[in-house]
């Protein structure tokens, strides 16, 4: 593979030159969808716009080397389809970014010349999913909204790294489960045991019980969730020994990587400790970074991104809570076992940000869809316009 520096001798505009014809797919991805699919005009402006963000990102916002993972994935794409890797290679390969890399490098847009370009891949990626979103009539008003103006999902899906293809796998994975589609939901699945192996075990029993339970017609009743939830303490407790010593080495392993001293971590201590952590740990990492913990200006937006994002939830599920009881609990469950796993684990805040977001823009999405949730604030019944024939009626009696 030839030396990939050579694209920043032509400065700052020149590399993203090199990058208009991945932009021009994605714009024609916009307004082709518009057209065929009847995707209203708000909402092709507001994907118009994101089509732009990958130029704005890298080197605008913050430096590339702020999340280096992008030029691990850049390189890896170029040496696939450079032949210098074979992809059945890249997909066999014991680490994940060669593996990610195999399957970006299979969507149809020009080799990448910069770190700025599998921002374009995933741009593609998050449109296609919009599309699938919007025919398989999934979103609701509230949820398009959502989905359109997380900063968060803007932020990673604009990026060059493997987390839109986790999203979108897990997305359509859910999707076609809905659809009682046992062999599609299945093929998605796989590329996240590829990829995202701790996603994979979140998501798998969650798209099992999903068809066992019947739940997008169903729904899972109270007292089963909390069965489930018993006995997944139960196993908690009973691997305890066997886990500790595994979530420690991926504690340290991952606060290592994102640049922490080892001796900074605090390990689980014991069975006691592990399910307290295990159930509390949840909660936490859903909201952190707090606004008094964070230490840089992304982390201190994305404080209060997590302010509105909490609120939303809560109001949401407050919906959902009256409305569809039973879809609700089956995705509090889902959210209750992605954000333990996650919290066990994960002690940067940076990455808890880039982790979380696929869950909470997943059961935004199913909760809408499922409980019927089309706005923020249910609206109160205008009962003004019976008054007139109350007074009539009582006229006519008199």
């Known amino acids: 593979m030839s030396d990939l520096s050579w694209i920043y001798g032509y400065g700052f505009l020149g590399i993203r030159l090199f990058e208009l014809p991945s932009l021009l797919i994605c714009l024609l991805l916009v307004l082709s969808a518009g057209y065929l699919f009847s995707v209203p005009r708000k909402y092709q402006i507001v994907l118009v716009l994101h089509c732009f963000l990958p130029f704005v990102l890298n080197d605008v916002l913050f430096s590339a080397s702020y999340m280096p993972d992008q030029f691990k994935y850049w390189r890896g794409v170029n040496s696939i389809r ?22 970006l490098a299979l969507i149809p847009f020009p080799t990448p010349v910069s770190v700025i370009s599998l ?3 995933n741009t593609f990626l998050y449109i296609i999913l919009f599309i699938i979103l919007h025919v398989k009539k999934i979103f609701t008003h509230l949820s398009t909204w959502f989905y359109l103006l997380f900063p968060s999902l803007a932020l990673y899906t604009a990026l060059s790294l ?3 293809l986790i999203f ?19 093929i998605c699945i796989v590329p996240i045991y590829l990829i995202k192996i701790q996603n994979f075990y979140i998501l798998g029993p969650i798209v099992l019980l999903y068809f066992i339970f019947n739940v997008a017609k169903k729904g899972m009743s109270l007292t089963k969730a ?23 080495s991926a504690r340290v392993s991952m606060f290592v990587e994102d640049g922490g001293d080892p001796k900074d971590i605090s390990l689980i201590t014991g069975a ?17 970074p707090l606004p008094w913990e964070a230490t840089s200006a992304l982390q201190l ?39 333990s796993v996650y919290g066990l684990v994960v002690a940067n805040y940076g990455t808890a940000v ?16 499922d409980c019927n949730i089309t706005q923020l604030f249910k609206k109160k019944k205008n009962t003004n316009h019976m008054q007139p024939s109350i007074n009539s009626l009582k006229h006519k009696v008199e």
């Open 162 to 164: 493997r987390e839109t």
């Open 168 to 186: 979108f796998f897990m997305i359509t994975a859910i999707v076609y489960a809905r659809e009682s589609k046992i062999f599609k939901s299945t």
């Open 226 to 248: 909390i069965v489930i939830s018993a006995i997944g303490l139960a196993v908690l407790l009973v691997s305890a020994p066997i886990a500790i010593p595994i979530v420690n």
């Open 119 to 121: 921002g374009f891949y």
């Open 272 to 288: 006691g400790d592990f399910v307290f952590q295990g159930l509390t740990s949840a909660f936490y990492f859903l909201s952190k």
């Open 354 to 369: 880039r982790y979380r977001y696929a869950f909470v823009v997943i059961y935004v999405l199913f909760v809408c869809a």
């Open 82 to 103: 450079s032949g210098e890797i074979e992809i059945f290679e890249a997909l066999s390969d014991q680490g994940n970014v060669l593996q990610a890399s195999a399957l």
């Open 301 to 339: 937006i994305q404080s209060f991104e997590n302010v509105f994002v909490l609120l939303i939830l809560f109001l949401v599920t407050r919906q959902a809570w009256k409305k569809q009881l039973d879809k609700l609990t089956f995705w509090l469950l889902f959210m209750a076992l992605g954000m």
